[in-house]
C-alpha cells in the first residue's frame, strides 16, 4: 500500500473556523476526496505518542492529510489549501464560513 501526506500550517488561524461546525469542513474534505484529513499540531486537540506518553505534538497546528492515492490526496490539497484561503480572507470577528470553493465551484448546498 503506498501512502501520500501533506501537511497545510494555517497558523495562526481559528481552529473552530478552520474546522467548522462540529468538524464539518474538514469531513467535508474527507467525504469528497476519501481522504484522511485531522488536525495535528498545538491546540489541536489530537493526542500522539511522543516517546512514552500521550500528548499533542510540539508543531503549530495545521491540518494533516493523507491519502491512498496521488489524485485523492491532491484534491484534498485543493480543497483544504481553499479552506483556508477563505477563512484567511474572514475579519477576526465574523463567524465561521460558509463559502468554501469545492472543486472550482460556489455552490455550498453540499456543505454541512
Known amino acids: 500500500c503506498v501512502c501520500f501526506f501533506f501537511s497545510i500550517f494555517?497558523?495562526?488561524l481559528?481552529?473552530?473556523?478552520?474546522?467548522g461546525p462540529s468538524g464539518s469542513f474538514l469531513a467535508h474534505i474527507a467525504l469528497v476526496t476519501?481522504?484522511?484529513?485531522?488536525l495535528h499540531g498545538r491546540g489541536s486537540g489530537t493526542l500522539e505518542t511522543l516517546g512514552h506518553i500521550q500528548e499533542e505534538s510540539p508543531?503549530?497546528?495545521h491540518i494533516h492529510l493523507s491519502a491512498s492515492s496521488k489524485e485523492?490526496?491532491?484534491?484534498?490539497m485543493e480543497l483544504a489549501q481553499s479552506l483556508v484561503t477563505s477563512v484567511r480572507q474572514q475579519p477576526f470577528d465574523e463567524p465561521s464560513i460558509n463559502n468554501v470553493?469545492?472543486?472550482?465551484?460556489?455552490?455550498?448546498?453540499s456543505m454541512p
Open 34 to 38: 476519501g481522504a484522511l484529513v485531522t
Open 59 to 61: 508543531e503549530p497546528m
Open 72 to 76: 485523492s490526496l491532491e484534491k484534498a
Open 101 to 109: 470553493e469545492h472543486g472550482g465551484n460556489n455552490d455550498t448546498s
Open 14 to 19: 481559528n481552529r473552530d473556523k478552520v474546522c
Open 10 to 12: 494555517f497558523f495562526p
